[in-house]
């Protein structure tokens, strides 16, 4: 990520000043990566002879158990290789080397062995962790997707809290309307198709009104982000307050429950994880598979990307960029909307105030630190689930560390990204740059 | 003509705030299910008055709540009791302590955009601000009053400065997006309390919810002689901070190359001022403001630390900056507005069970109206200005 | 296909930028539109392209009159450009960049055909002999590659007009010459070309009819068969103005200001400034002519300390200030009046006073102990307003509100407010009336009259003629000539700025 040289000119030495600095910044981040390793190894010498379970599902009907005793010094050591192992290819490959990717061979082995380092005497069930990690990530996914649209499109878009917020409270209502006006029967049908339309449909409204105010009034986009979660914070709450708190009956929409996939969810270990979650997990994947074909495989992301990067050179060849920014506003505000829904509809059974608490931020964090990729910020929403996951089932099993460290870990990560401490990601050149139309 | 003229600046948020009312009000109606109950059952002429009927009510339980029943000063002057008075003064003694956090987040917010940055992480510096000042508060527990207080209210401003410095340091260095970072910060500083209120040095003794011990030891003395009103000398500090502000930015150098730097960088640079120098200060300033602010709070009007602290008045900030053009005195003047606001939805909220949230719509609202001036002309017809004074923070921040 | 622009006419706010201008090209043929800055070449060539819309006239292709309501339709008529700032995606590889807003796609969801498009481009490129990766990234490209891919995106759209401007001003001379090679390959395939430029030679050697533009007219048609460069010369440069300057003999003392082989990069990481080397002297002007993008905004930036310098040394008064700060420079006695006053020179939103002392306020007597003597800032802001003649209701006034004469005033009211040993003036004069020109220039001429040496960078070739005792040329990034004042006629600089030495 950091190796990419200057703009090569007759006079111009071959090796750039920043390709040096990379090379340099390469081997140092080695030698921190190998000095872990040899952390995790003394951390070892210690813990060889306590003992931790770790159990996982093979199926969930049946209740069947496969089960991992180990010890934190054992995990400590596996971590110790990965890490040394990884350090040193650093160092000697240098900055050839892209240490995003290789974050993902060591970094989960410190994860395993810090949390059996705390799960000590313990048995975890790691089929659950997972499947939850993967519920937990499907609104920070959806937000980030949000975002990362408006980005690509060179907007900015820091509402998705907002926009989460308000699709939450719709889909409740929407859903309840649903359930007393057709009844129990087609109501519990219509209510989840209803509820996350009516989620998707505020949300939209809400993209359209930003950008309606940054295109039509330039009005600074940070300002109309805030406006945003900011009305929408006092605006669910009024309601909440006003409405649904008295009406419980605007309030009670049909849930969504998870599916079992037939066939699938009973395959051992895997099925519980993947395939017994709601519709909405199901959606997030594809989301991310469309998302990532449309935004970099068709001529919609070739347009969307350009006039993010460089509208006016999009311009220049016919392309109707404030068109393109509208739809993308449009788009993402529908994508956040409907992640409000879930949390309306499926994790609470109900709208409750300023629900989405934070939610659209770590979206937000997801998508810089997914790289403005679906599939690194589907990635990034993972890790950040798999906090909120960890942290329930460490305070479950009594674990007595604050789940505060945990979660902070989101939004530290993101300052240190977007400071470049460890390697800068570069999002589309142009988000939240005003752009007149010739 | 000519004093006419001279409000023509204070058109603007005057509409501003005019129209996001009107828009809270159709809100209101629309939400008045009995109401609605009303129109559904046919009759639509029954409804309007019903409905308007109680927006009036609320809009009338608001001012009456935010600065006084007339009824209650005849009482009080003819009384003359100072129990009398502090009935009557109550509600604006109210507004005066829900303003003055607001004042001094809002110098906070007002002077990062005068400098060209966006600081959007006041909550973060507010709450770190009262947590560094309940801690020092608890520490010197024993001391002098006023040594634990002074102590206290400088922790605060160096807690929110540090916190500030951060997001200002990593954008002079490596130019990280100050937005990013200072809304990532908030959440961390949220985290850091709540991390804090479960340590046994925060918490009373057999407590265990996230609320401190009560530091009313070194309370900030109340500023009127009369019994039970909570207006303390923080308001009038407050008061003083925006004069230093404003004598800050107008009459130092290092205020001139801020607004040098926050109105055209490239020509600050020309003019040989450090452009990184001025983020970092300016991020440092505005923090140490907003640090100041959460002291205050904590020592001055609720005496105890805990997760709620903070009522957004980090964003808030931002529309009041707005709406006083990033000066400090239109600040003071918005501040006080947006207390009326939140003391007068409290009586609100008693009266006529209509929620405070309201106002928080109303406020965001007036951001909005605010920010896109051409749409409130447009709206009202008026003739577009011809020159842009001050500086709007639109320009140049977002850079 | 034939184009035919007739009596295009384009006003601007105080500027008419295109009177009247007719041009014509053939079918195959080359034109070549020479021109200075602010000739009106760029106004015409965005009407061209449908960003601007003329306010009379007619365009013409094959005779038949179109109208260009924006790009989309420009492209559709055929007609390409080929922008002196490129118009790429840094991010895009080679196929996307050609194919935007062209895209060949399949399916329902319209999935971009990489591989349809990228047959294409390699075809063409053969075609053409336009040699280039297609898989590579914009961003890793040589400047001159990245032109051969503007060339490709006009290809690509299947133009049978191709606009290109100024497109050597990036190139090294042997890209230039492979460009040429390009551009006659293209015309032998019958595609017609505009080509715009300031360079004499360049026309000369590509062009098969030469349109001359002057000041936003036509200011004659020639042939390069019947033409040579100083004809040339003086058609671009004409002789309509003359500037009135009184100004006594100079008496040059010892070098204040030394550039010895300079080299800068722009903000684009290119070699802006490649080996320059002058000196100005105590008591002199040395006035620098070319045009526009020829390396004098980076020289300026490097000598005042807003831009480092890459390698090289640049002293005043005997200082080193190759990686000087703007305060340091100034400490050492410069005065500089920027080219762009409103970017760089003034505060629009403060008050005259302000700006007054923007580069001087941590001094006395303007602050003491980092506290304004505001007493001292408005007497000081008032003697300046009353010294230098600004038209200003009062020093508490914007100065955004301020005609452009009275902001250039009051810069040059600012700078000469310090002792100076070294006057830098971008374009001191651009945009002003001919009273405010006049005044600054005498005022330019009291400076060296006192002993400050001055270096003064314009594109008005008659400011430049009026003003220096000492004319330097920049061309491509080097000083490529220095005439003293009775040598420096109009043909001898207007050679030297298109690039004949």
């Not at chain 3, 042939?223 to 003999?249: C, I, Q, Y």
């Amino acid at each position: 990520m950091t190796a990419t040289a200057a703009p090569v000119n007759g006079l111009v030495p071959a090796v750039s000043e920043a390709a040096r600095r990379a090379q340099r910044s390469a081997r140092i981040r080695g030698i921190v990566i190998a000095a872990l390793g040899l952390i995790a190894f003394g951390l070892a010498s210690g813990s060889m002879t306590t003992d931790v379970t770790f159990k996982f599902w093979l199926q969930q009907q049946g209740k069947a158990f496969a089960q991992v005793d180990t010890s934190p010094g054992e995990l400590w050591i596996l971590a110790g290789i990965a890490t040394g192992v990884t350090g040193i290819w650093q160092l000697w490959r240098g900055a050839a080397v892209r240490w995003r990717l290789w974050l993902v061979l060591w970094l989960p082995f410190w994860v395993i062995a810090i949390m059996g380092h705390l799960l000590v005497g313990q048995t975890a069930v790691l089929t659950n962790l997972f499947s939850s990690s993967l519920e937990y990530a499907f609104p920070i996914s959806m937000g980030a997707f949000a975002a990362m649209i408006c980005e690509r499109s060179g907007m900015f878009d820091i509402a998705v809290e907002g926009q989460m917020l308000v699709g939450a409270c719709a889909a409740s209502i929407a859903g309840s309307m649903a359930l007393q006006w057709l009844g129990p029967d087609a109501g519990t049908i219509a209510g989840p198709i209803v509820g996350p339309t009516v989620a998707a449909l505020s949300g939209m409204a809400i993209g359209l009104l930003m950008a309606w105010l940054a295109i039509r009034y330039h009005v600074d986009q940070i300002i109309s982000g805030t406006v945003v979660n900011f009305g929408a914070l006092g605006l669910t709450n009024f309601m909440y307050l006003r409405v649904l708190q008295t009406y419980t009956d605007y309030n009670t929409p049909p849930t969504i429950e998870k599916i079992q996939i037939p066939l699938l969810a009973d395959v051992p270990v895997l099925g519980p994880i993947f395939f017994q979650g709601t519709p909405y997990m199901y959606i997030g994947w594809i989301v991310m598979v469309v998302l990532t074909y449309f935004i970099f495989r068709t001529r919609w992301g070739l347009r969307l990307r350009a006039s993010g990067e460089y509208p006016q050179a999009a311009a220049t060849v016919g392309i109707n960029v404030i068109a393109i920014r509208y739809r993308a506003m449009l788009l993402a505000g529908a994508i956040a909307g409907f992640a409000g829904s879930y949390l309306s509809l499926h994790s609470a059974g109900s709208f409750q105030m300023n629900m989405s608490a934070g939610k659209g931020w770590i979206a937000i964090a997801a998508m810089i630190f997914g790289a403005w990729n679906p599939i690194g910020a589907f990635g990034a929403a993972l890790v950040f689930g798999f906090a909120d996951a960890a942290q329930q089932l460490l305070s479950i099993t009594g674990v007595d560390i604050p789940p505060q460290f945990l979660a902070s870990v989101p939004y530290i990560m993101t300052v240190i990204v977007v400071a470049g401490v460890v390697g800068r990601v570069r999002g589309p050149a142009m988000a939240g740059q005003p752009y007149e139309q010739g | 003509m000519s004093s006419l003229a001279r409000l023509r600046p204070l058109a603007i948020p005057a509409l501003a705030v005019l129209s996001a009312f009107i828009v809270g009000s159709v809100f209101l109606i629309f939400t008045d299910i009995p109401a609605l109950q009303v129109l559904f059952a046919g009759r639509p002429v029954d409804f309007l008055t019903t409905a308007f009927g109680n927006v009036v009510h609320a809009y009338v339980a608001l001012l009456t709540g935010a600065f006084g029943d007339p009824p209650r000063f005849a009482e009080a002057i003819q009384q003359g009791t100072p129990q009398a008075w502090a009935t009557a003064v109550r509600p604006l003694s109210e507004t005066l302590v829900a303003a003055t956090p607001l004042i001094f987040t809002g110098l906070a917010i007002a002077v990062s955009f005068r400098s060209g940055v966006f600081n959007i992480g006041g909550d973060g510096q507010f709450v770190l601000g009262a947590l560094g000042a309940t801690a020092t508060a608890l520490l010197l527990r024993g001391f002098p009053a006023p040594i634990t207080l002074l102590a206290s209210l400088v922790a605060g401003i160096v807690f929110g400065a540090a916190w500030g410095f951060i997001p200002g340091f990593l954008k002079a260095r490596t130019g990280a997006h100050e937005v990013i970072t200072t809304i990532m910060l908030n959440y961390v500083a949220l985290q850091i309390v709540q991390l804090a209120l479960r340590t046994d040095f925060m918490r009373p003794p057999k407590g265990s919810e996230p609320i401190s011990q009560v530091i009313d030891f070194v309370r900030v003395p109340a500023l009127l002689p009369l019994p039970g009103l909570r207006l303390h000398w923080g308001f009038v500090v407050a008061l003083i901070v925006a004069a230093m502000v404003s004598y800050f930015l107008f009459r130092t150098t290092k205020g001139f190359e801020l607004r040098s730097a926050g109105l055209n960088l490239t020509a600050a640079r020309y003019a040989g001022m450090s452009a990184g120098g001025s983020i970092i200060l300016a991020m440092v300033v505005s923090g140490a403001l907003a640090g100041l602010g959460g002291a205050f709070q904590v020592l001055g009007t609720v005496t105890q630390m805990s997760n709620d602290i903070d009522a957004g008045y980090g964003w808030t900030a931002i529309a009041l900056s707005l709406l006083g053009g990033n000066r400090p005195s239109g600040v003071i003047i918005a501040a006080i507005l947006f207390g009326a606001l939140n003391n007068g939805g409290h009586e609100m909220q008693i009266e006529t069970a209509i929620p405070l949230d309201l106002l928080v719509f109303i406020q965001a609202l007036v951001i909005m109206f605010v920010a896109a001036p051409d749409l409130v002309r447009q709206i009202y017809r008026l003739r577009p200005k011809s020159a842009e004074p001050g500086a709007p923070a639109s320009e140049g921040a977002a850079a | 296909m034939r184009l035919e622009l007739r009596e295009i006419t384009k006003q601007f706010p105080g500027v008419l930028a295109n009177d009247r201008i007719s041009i014509a090209a053939d079918r195959g043929k080359v034109l070549g539109l020479l021109g200075e800055n602010g000739a009106g070449k760029t106004t015409l060539m965005n009407i061209l392209s449908g960003l601007y819309r003329p306010d009379s006239g007619e365009i013409l292709i094959d005779g038949t009159p179109r109208v260009f309501n924006d790009p989309a339709e420009a492209i559709s008529a055929g007609i390409g450009m080929v922008h002196q700032h490129f118009m790429l995606v840094p991010v895009f590889d080679v196929v996307q960049s050609v194919a935007l807003g062209a895209e060949p796609v399949t399916g329902a969801v319209r999935t971009f055909d990489r591989t349809t498009a990228r047959a294409r481009v390699v075809e063409l490129s053969t075609q053409y002999g336009l040699d280039v990766d297609p898989d590579a990234k914009i961003e890793n490209l040589p400047v001159g590659v990245r032109q051969r891919v503007e060339i490709l995106k006009a290809l690509y759209r299947k133009s049978d007009i191709l606009v290109l401007d100024e497109p050597s001003a990036v190139l090294t001379p042997g890209e230039t010459e492979e460009l040429f090679t390009i551009i006659r390959g293209l015309a032998a395939s019958g595609t017609t070309i505009i080509f715009i430029t300031h360079k004499l030679n360049e026309v000369l050697e590509v062009a098969d009819t030469i349109t001359v533009l002057r000041r936003g007219r036509v200011a004659g048609t020639v042939l390069p068969s019947e033409t040579n460069r100083e004809e040339l010369a003086n058609l671009m440069v004409g002789r309509d103005v003359e500037l009135t300057v009184t100004r006594g003999k100079a008496h040059p003392g010892e070098a204040v200001l030394e550039i010895k082989d300079v080299f800068v990069r722009n903000d684009r990481d290119e070699m802006a400034v490649r080996g320059a080397n002058l000196e100005v002297h105590a008591g002199e002007i040395v006035a620098i002519a070319g045009v526009q993008g020829n390396g004098q905004t980076e020289l300026v930036e490097a000598i005042t300390g807003l831009r480092r310098v890459d390698s090289g040394h640049i002293r005043i008064a005997g200082a080193t200030v190759d990686q000087a700060k703007p305060r340091k420079v100034s400490d050492l006695g410069v005065a500089h009046i920027p080219e762009d006053r409103m970017r760089d020179g003034l505060v629009k939103a403060m008050t005259v006073a302000e700006n007054y002392i923007l580069d001087s306020y941590h001094r006395e007597p303007y602050s003491r102990g980092g506290r304004f003597d505001r007493t001292s800032i408005a007497r000081e802001a008032q003697r300046g307003v009353d010294e230098f003649d600004i038209r200003t209701p009062s020093i508490e006034t914007h100065v955004g509100n301020l005609s452009g004469g009275n902001q250039q005033k009051m810069i040059v009211a600012r700078e000469f407010s310090r002792p100076v040993k070294l006057v830098v003036a971008a374009q001191p004069t651009r945009g002003l009336d001919v009273g405010s020109i006049e005044y600054i220039h005498k005022r330019i001429i009291e400076q060296r009259d006192a002993g400050a040496a001055i270096l003064i960078v314009s594109t008005e070739l008659d400011e430049v003629l009026a003003l220096g005792d000492r004319v330097a040329v920049m061309f491509s990034g080097r000083i490529v000539g220095v005439l003293p004042s009775e040598q420096a006629t109009k043909e001898a600089v207007g050679m030297l700025m298109g690039g004949v030495h």
